[in-house]
């Protein structure tokens, strides 16, 4: 074997290892989302959170997945059968795809493209909440899936919008160039609104309150997820977490300058994903028709005004220098 064979087999070997250790980092993130949130809503409703199982209840997670992931596996008899077991491994599966775009400083694993990839992924995963629904042959099911599907389209128009606004700043689709760009000025401090309308179609986008109309529990008993149990209802719980810390890395790194090489970074990540869970905790849900009037009638307009705005500061520094 050459040098070059060996060398181009031991980048091949780095580039997964690191990928092995980047998801099961995001996958134990995940496990203490779990019990951050269960405890922040339990001091906000003045009551303790789990506190039983080990030191101040920090194992409570692994005890939760080995519970629900050793529990019997039921389904509806009447049930679309392969559809309906797949679809929380696709859901997973996108979730934690997804993080491949994640800027690895040393060129473990770069995208040029990242957030075309995003997109992609994010789209995708609106056929795992579709699918579900419909497979599951149930009217609650159903009316969720429906109901996910409309929602998510509606955020994702504004979404791109606002991805399009920081593309004619930076001029590129990979994630490491907004670090860069974001050395002496966060963007937030340029289109601080958008950061807002960002956070609120994240929480759309990831069905979290206020916008959970997919699981609304008060009219459709668990929404989508209602039929599935143990180990399915773990892997859509899971991947419901991992698009939560993804969208609050994703946030951190469009607006809040995004510097992965500094521990700051982190802390930024945690105080987002915290925001999605005071958000839980404060907020009712809204009414659908609220919904689609804030996402058409609100969001729409203020991120194409903001798209035209950088578009034509953008032109006006180009016309200066040319």
Same mark, same amino acid.
């Given at each position: 074997m050459s040098i070059f064979n060996m060398m181009s087999w031991l980048d091949?070997? %780095?580039? &997964?290892?690191? *990928?092995?250790?980047?998801?099961?980092c995001v996958l134990v993130g995940v496990a203490f989302l779990t019990l951050l949130e269960r405890k922040v809503l339990g001091y906000i409703q003045i009551?303790?959170?789990?506190?039983?199982?080990?030191?101040?209840?920090?194992?409570?997670?692994?005890?939760?997945?080995?519970k629900l992931f050793t529990k019997e596996q039921s389904y509806p008899v009447m049930s679309n059968y392969v559809l309906y077991y797949f679809c929380p491994i696709m859901s997973l599966f996108l979730a934690l795809f997804v993080w491949?775009?994640?800027?690895?400083?040393?060129?473990?694993?770069?995208?040029d493209y990242g957030l075309l990839f995003f997109l992609c992924c994010t789209s995708m995963g609106v056929y795992s909440v579709m699918m579900a629904g419909w497979s599951s042959n149930s009217n609650f099911a159903l009316l969720g899936g429906m109901r996910a599907v409309a929602q998510t389209i509606s955020?994702?128009?504004? %979404?791109? &919008?606002?991805? *399009?606004?920081?593309?004619?700043?930076?001029?590129?689709?990979?994630?490491?160039?907004f670090m860069f760009n974001q050395e002496y000025v966060w963007f937030s401090f340029v289109g601080f609104p958008l950061m807002l309308i960002w956070f609120a179609s994240c929480l759309a986008e990831t069905n979290r309150t206020p916008y959970d109309f997919a699981e609304g529990e008060s009219e459709l008993v668990s929404g989508f997820n209602v039929e599935y149990s143990s180990g399915g209802f773990a892997l859509i719980f899971m991947a419901e977490y991992a698009s939560i810390l993804f969208m609050s890395m994703l946030l951190v790194m469009l607006f809040l300058g995004g510097d992965v090489m500094s521990i700051l970074f982190f802390f930024k990540l945690v105080f987002?994903?915290?925001?999605?869970?005071?958000?839980?905790?404060?907020l009712p849900r809204f009414r659908y028709d609220k919904l689609m009037y804030l996402a058409w009638k609100g969001f729409l307009p203020i991120s194409l005004?903001?798209?035209?705005?950088?578009?034509?500061?953008?032109?006006l520094m180009l016309s200066i220098i040319i």
């Open positions: 091949s070997l %780095m580039t &997964l290892l690191s *990928m092995l250790i980047m998801i099961i009551r303790k959170g789990p506190n039983k199982v080990g030191i101040v209840g920090i194992p409570q997670p692994f005890s939760d997945a080995i491949l775009i994640y800027p690895f400083i040393y060129n473990v694993y770069v995208f955020y994702e128009v504004s %979404m791109a &919008l606002i991805l *399009m606004s920081m593309l004619f700043l930076v001029e590129d689709f990979m994630l490491l160039k987002i994903s915290f925001t999605y869970i005071w958000v839980r905790g404060t005004n903001f798209l035209m705005f950088f578009v034509g500061i953008k032109t």
